[in-house]
């Protein structure tokens, strides 16, 4: 039993694509907790928008570029560098290469469809379960 279970680890971190070996569920918790930044079970616009500008946006130039994502993301969720690439291609709604506030909008609208400015933790992983390209696993490899 001890030997299957440690099988099953080890097949569970090489599938993951994460150098912690966090699973998608992992990582999308820190996510939240890192985006729910008063702790009160919502996530505003406002605080997306906050950890964009805090968190990704490194050079002043309102553009979160591919490189400054990528870089933050990795040091901070420990996702392959490739699942990032992706992941950045998939929120840059209008593909534009920088993540700005109205890639925010679009995605934001999505969530929040009273458009009271507000999504539930479970609303927004559901979300990040959509948008994270290791949510989808109808393309193997
Ligand atoms: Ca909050
Ligand atoms: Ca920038
Ligand atoms: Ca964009």
């Not at 694509?17 to 820190?30: A, F, K, M, R, Y």
């Not at 906050?50 to 309102?62: A, I, M, P, Y």
Request: aromatic share 8%; with cysteine; net charge negative.
């Amino acid at each position: 039993m001890g030997i299957i279970f440690i099988f099953t680890l080890l097949l569970g971190v090489a599938s993951s694509q994460n150098s912690h070996g966090l699973t998608l569920d992992q990582v999308i918790d820190l996510v939240v907790t890192d985006l729910d930044k008063n702790h009160d079970g919502i996530i505003t616009k406002l605080e997306l928008e906050e950890e964009l500008v805090t968190r990704w946006e490194q050079d002043g130039d309102n553009c979160v570029s591919r490189h400054e994502f990528e870089k933050q993301w990795v040091a901070t969720y420990h996702d392959h560098p490739n699942t990032v690439n992706e992941f950045f291609h998939r929120i840059d709604q209008n593909g534009n290469g920088c993540l700005e506030s109205s890639d925010i909008d679009v995605h934001f609208g999505t969530l929040d469809t009273n458009g009271d400015g507000i999504a539930t933790l479970d609303e927004f992983r559901t979300f990040m379960h959509h948008a994270h390209p290791e949510g989808n696993h109808g393309h193997g490899g």
